[in-house]
T-cell receptor, first 115, second 114 residues
Framework: EAQVTQNPRYLITVTGKKLTVTCSQN?????MSWYRQDPGLGLRQIYY???????DKGDVPEGYKVSRKEKRNFPLILESPSPNQTSLYFC??????????????FGNGTRLTVT | LAKTTQPISMDSYEGQEVNITCSHN???????ITWYQQFPSQGPRFIIQ???TKVTNEVASLFIPADRKSSTLSLPRVSLSDTAVYYC???????????????FGTGTQLKVEL
């Protein structure tokens, strides 16, 4: 089944403790992206990747890192999480370079709480 | 990426047709218009996409006037399960003109009641 898989679904951590949220897609998609969703603010893009070893900042990249060493994986890294990073995070992918003639496929989300 | 404006919320009843309009005055020549649906605690799901005129699939229709400065998502005979947030996304193909940075707006919360 074609899908985007995020892990974990829920994560509670403390300020300053490094964490990684994994994202994997099995559709051989070139483009992958991370979003955070907060009440009243919709979906905001954190980072995106056009292909392996190519990443770029979205609208809210501060406090996050990403890497794209393999085509299928795009982990989101929080080196020193803070409470304002408490949010619902989504990973997404599409076939070709962010092109909008190819629909985005989203994972089921990771709900992160930083205390 | 063209900025979009949608109503924050809409209410309807089961069996009614619902039309959600998205305004995108700065749409560029290469931009497509795409709509997504999101249920609570799930990722958005693709509904329909179009470039101009009218597009119809098994779940919705998309109406795009000639000037393409707005678009209307039409959901025929909604049911309780159509209660969700609907996002309009406008951007170009092939990643040109900033299309790589895909930003969603705040969407329209549709509530369907009995």
């Amino acid at each position: 089944e074609a899908q985007v898989t995020q892990n974990p679904r829920y994560l509670i951590t403390v300020t300053g403790k490094k964490l990684t949220v994994t994202c994997s897609q099995n559709m051989n998609h070139e483009y992958m992206s991370w979003y955070r969703q907060d009440p009243g603010l919709g979906l905001r893009q954190i980072y995106y990747s056009m292909n392996v070893e190519v990443t770029d900042k979205g609208d809210v990249p501060e406090g996050y890192k990403v890497s794209r060493k393999e085509k299928r994986n795009f982990p989101l890294i929080l080196e020193s999480p803070s409470p304002n990073q408490t949010s619902l995070y989504f990973c997404a992918s599409n076939r070709r370079g962010g092109a909008l003639d190819s629909p985005l496929h989203f994972g089921n989300g990771t709900r992160l709480t930083v205390t | 990426l063209a900025k979009t404006t949608q109503p924050i919320s809409m209410d309807s009843y089961e069996g009614q047709e619902v039309n959600i309009t998205c305004s995108h005055n700065n749409i560029a020549t290469n931009d497509y218009i795409t709509w997504y649906q999101q249920f609570p605690s799930q990722g958005p799901r693709f509904i329909i996409q179009g470039y101009k005129t009218k597009v119809t699939n098994e779940v919705a229709s998309l109406f795009i006037p000639a000037d393409r400065k707005s678009s209307t998502l039409s959901l025929p005979r909604v049911s309780l399960s159509d209660t969700a947030v609907y996002y309009c996304l406008v951007g170009d193909i092939a990643g040109k003109g900033g299309g790589n940075k895909l930003t969603f707006g705040t969407g329209t919360q549709l509530k369907v009641e009995l």
